[in-house]
T-cell receptor
Framework: ETGVTQTPRHLVMGMTNKKSLKCEQH?????MYWYKQSAKKPLELMFV???????ENNSVPSRFSPECPNSSHLFLHLHTLQPEDSALYLC?????????????FGDGTRLSIL | QKEVEQNSGPLSVPEGAIASLNCTYS??????FFWYRQYSGKSPELIMS????GDKEDGRFTAQLNKASQYVSLLIRDSQPSDSATYLC??????????????FGQGTILTVHP
């Protein structure tokens, strides 16, 4: 298996549920990212991890909690979400956290909050 | 002023024509520029990266960068219906609150009709 894999592909949850999104990259990269993509809005960077350390939190509400146990895996733990959190959540990776390097994206998790 | 700006389109071109996609950015110190293609329901896929002024060609795609005028463009020659997608411009902004981050435009929808 190659590239960046995200699971689940689709997720429907209530506002009081707790769920997690998973991302795994097989590219040997050391930086991983979470983005949010809402309709008619640009991709929004949420978090950056470089060599397992969080280097960027783009003012994301605490109901989103990232976890990076190693350079190949990235999680986004969700709890008490709001309807406006419905979006496509994309994971990406790059060789290092140098933003001059291109990033490679997974296919995303389509999240719907009831 | 948006940091990275694209015309959302849709841009409609006939098959075989040249499609021209434009992107402007606000930070004169930006260093790295990327074009991604995103099919509906799929992840962004890197098409081109460009770092210095001038043209860069890869097959049917040509990226053009003009740092003095702060714009980057993507030309698609001999457009095919399979090129129909949303094209995202991404820029590494050099200063301000977006230092070092990859910032995306909202994307241009391209439709190539037979």
């Amino acid at each position: 298996e190659t590239g960046v894999t995200q699971t689940p592909r689709h997720l429907v949850m209530g506002m009081t549920n707790k769920k997690s999104l998973k991302c795994e990259q097989h590219l040997g990269h050391n930086a991983m990212y979470w983005y949010k993509q809402s309709a008619k809005k640009p991709l929004e960077l949420m978090f950056v991890y470089n060599f397992k350390e969080q280097t960027e939190n783009n003012s994301v509400p605490s109901r989103f909690s990232p976890e990076c146990p190693n350079s190949s895996h990235l999680f986004l733990h969700l709890h008490t979400l709001q309807p406006e959190d419905s979006a496509l959540y994309l994971c990406a990776s790059s060789p290092t956290g140098d933003s001059n390097q291109p990033q490679h994206f997974g296919d995303g998790t389509r999240l719907s909050i009831l | 002023q948006k940091e990275v700006e694209q015309n959302s389109g849709p841009l409609s071109v006939p098959e075989g024509a040249i499609a021209s996609l434009n992107c402007t950015y606000s930070d004169r110190g930006s260093q790295s520029f990327f074009w991604y293609r995103q099919y509906s329901g799929k992840s962004p896929e890197l098409i081109m990266s460009i770092y210095s002024n001038g043209d860069k060609e890869d097959g049917r795609f040509t990226a053009q960068l003009n740092k003095a005028s702060q714009y980057v463009s993507l030309l698609i020659r001999d457009s095919q219906p399979s090129d129909s997608a949303t094209y995202l411009c991404a820029v590494t902004l050099a200063g301000g609150t977006s230092y070092g981050k990859l910032t995306f435009g909202q994307g241009t929808i391209l439709t190539v009709h037979p």
